[in-house]
């Protein structure tokens, strides 16, 4: 079982790596491929078709759970984060 400081280490990286990626210009993508509380408001050529996007967090802990109970294996700790 991994420890609570270790879980909240993991957590930091990976919330100072969403921060990252999502303070960066990313590569548009169409309307289609990106879900709506993904998209960020977008001017421009094309904006009504492609958009900008962003990570936001979502808690998949129980689809996670759910998955290893299946596979009989748990994920290692950064995939929980």
Known sequence: MISTVRAAEIDEIVDAFVQ???????ERL???DVPQFLRMPFSGDNADSWTDWQIHKADNS?????LETRIGRRFPAGYRS
């Open 20 to 26: 990252k990626v999502n303070t960066r210009q990313h």
């Open 62 to 66: 129980e689809a996670i759970e759910d």
């Open 30 to 32: 169409p309307l289609k």
